[in-house]
């Protein structure tokens, strides 16, 4: 099983990103997706799930702001970051099963 990020980038405070996990090897349809963030020096974080049924999660820090989706035709997850804050920089990571994807930087500048 392999997870592939991407999209991540540098983006002024209150712009938008949106990040993709593509998965290879794996069930995908029936897996939960989840994405992770991790800033320098703090502990790796979730940030948003979503079941094989489509019900979705979010950490309280971006709830209203963030979504997360899923294509399972195309096996892939989204994560759509809008009004990006300063506090939402790190490395985010798309997670499936116990496999985690390589991370894709997320550079928030105020």
């Known amino acids: 099983v392999q997870l592939q990020a991407s999209g991540g980038g540098l983006v002024q405070a209150g712009g938008s990103l949106r990040l993709s996990c593509k998965a290879i090897?794996?069930?995908?349809?029936?897996?939960?997706i989840a994405w992770y963030r991790q800033a320098p020096g703090t502990q790796r974080e979730l940030v948003a799930s979503?079941?094989?049924?489509?019900?979705?999660n979010y950490g309280d820090s971006v709830k209203g702001r963030f979504t997360i989706s899923r294509d399972n035709a195309w096996r892939k997850a989204y994560l759509q970051m809008n009004s990006l804050k300063p506090e939402d920089t790190g490395v985010y990571y798309c997670?499936?099963?116990?496999?985690w994807g390589q991370g894709t930087l997320v550079t928030v500048s105020s």
């Open positions: 979503i079941s094989s049924s489509g019900t979705a």
């Open positions: 997670k499936a099963l116990s496999t």
């Open positions: 090897g794996l069930n995908f349809s029936i897996n939960t």
